[in-house]
């Protein structure tokens, strides 16, 4: 039987602190996805490296990951990444995407994607999951914390898309468009100390207020992601 074989469509360059940490966002994503005897490539599409025509057909399933760009923008990379996400819906291909993946996931199958109408979501969320096929057998509880960072969001979704989770900020926390594409707008991937470090990153760029990063951090000290159940999720997903 030959082995499964996946592809991690990276949206951004890695940070020094994840680099050093966890040697790049490729290693943190493989950490809870990756299984014996599969293959995970990696393409950073945010540089321009993407998959070749004839690669394509190859992999079992993609992974699209974060980034700091807008996924409703219209930088080269961000529309390219845009068109191979329709041939990969045609194709019938699972693609999984995370935060700015979620967000142009929504993008290439006709949704509606803007500025978070709260602003900035930051933190650990309750994630309340609606019942779905998707979720059968899995043991998966009502609500799943998840760590998140992000200030765009997706508005709106085409009718044949299923909307799985909301939080009380975010509408579309999580959906999924036939058997083959899903996208969570958290992170699943993600540590407390990479959250921390970005945190700090957003304070000194003047991004969010240090009196906000301080809240942030108080209220991580006591609850933890439940990352071993999205990781059944997200691998019950593309492997499935």
Not at 84 to 103: N, P, S
Not at 166 to 186: A, L, P, V, Y
Not at 193 to 214: F, G
């Amino acid at each position: 039987m030959q082995s499964k074989k996946f592809a991690i469509l990276l949206c951004a360059p890695d940070n020094d602190y994840v680099k050093y940490l966890y040697g790049g966002y490729y290693e943190v994503f493989t950490q809870i996805l990756k299984e014996e005897g599969e293959t995970w490539d990696s393409f950073n599409v945010s540089c321009g490296n993407f998959p070749a025509e004839e690669e394509i057909v190859h992999y079992d399933g993609f992974v699209i990951t974060g980034s700091r760009s807008d996924a409703y923008g219209d930088d080269e990379w961000i529309c390219k990444l845009v068109a191979l996400l329709k041939k990969l819906d045609a194709m019938k291909k699972k693609v999984l995407g995370v935060c700015f993946g979620h967000q142009v996931l929504g993008r290439a199958i006709g949704g509606r994607v803007g500025r978070a109408q709260k602003g900035w979501d930051i933190g650990l969320t309750e994630i309340h999951l609606h019942p779905s096929p998707l979720f059968q057998g899995l043991e998966i509880p009502a609500s799943l914390p998840i760590i998140k960072c992000h200030q765009d969001e997706v508005y709106e979704l085409p009718p044949k898309a299923e909307i799985l989770g909301r939080s009380n900020n975010t509408s579309i926390e999580m959906f999924k468009f036939g058997d083959h594409i899903m996208g969570i707008q958290g992170h699943p991937e993600y540590t407390v100390d990479i959250l921390l470090y970005l945190v700090h990153r957003l304070c000194i760029d003047q991004l969010i207020e240090d009196s906000a990063a301080k809240l942030i951090k108080s209220k991580l000290k006591d609850n933890v992601p439940n990352k071993e159940m999205w990781k059944k999720l997200c691998t019950n997903f593309l492997k499935g």
